[in-house]
Nanobody
Framework: QVRLVESGGGLVQPGGSLRLSCAAS????????MDWYRQAPGKQRELVAG???????NYAESVLGRFTISRDNAKNTVYLQMNSLKPEDTAVYYC?????????WGQGTQVTVSS
């Protein structure tokens, strides 16, 4: 069994910051990519940021310069530092981890940006 534990979501004011964490545990074999997706009400799920085995990062244009993805391979954990948050960042954020054993999704964590 592979388990993804997310943390860090919550309610923040515009301009604030949050740091999301996603720790993978269990029967994990060679994580080759770790990503964050989000889905806002009435919209399709979209890739927010991703990081590959080689450390190459990818960001949605809407978050470029504000969000930073990073990973700690020793802890099998991926982070998403979110700064200068905007109301349009409000969504359920999902952790996605690809390993030799399969692709896994977190349960989702709510991020709400509102004054």
């Amino acid at each position: 069994q592979v388990r993804l534990v997310e943390s860090g979501g919550g309610l923040v004011q515009p301009g604030g910051s949050l740091r999301l964490s996603c720790a993978a545990s269990g029967n994990i074999f060679n994580i080759y990519h770790m990503d964050w997706y989000r889905q806002a009400p009435g919209k399709q799920r979209e890739l927010v940021a991703g990081i590959t085995l080689g450390g190459v990062t990818n960001y949605a244009e809407s978050v470029l310069g504000r969000f930073t993805i990073s990973r700690d391979n020793a802890k099998n954990t991926v982070y998403l530092q979110m700064n200068s948050l905007k109301p349009e960042d409000t969504a359920v954020y999902y952790c996605n981890v690809g390993t030799l054993g399969g692709v896994y999704w977190g349960q989702g964590t709510q991020v709400t940006v509102s004054s």
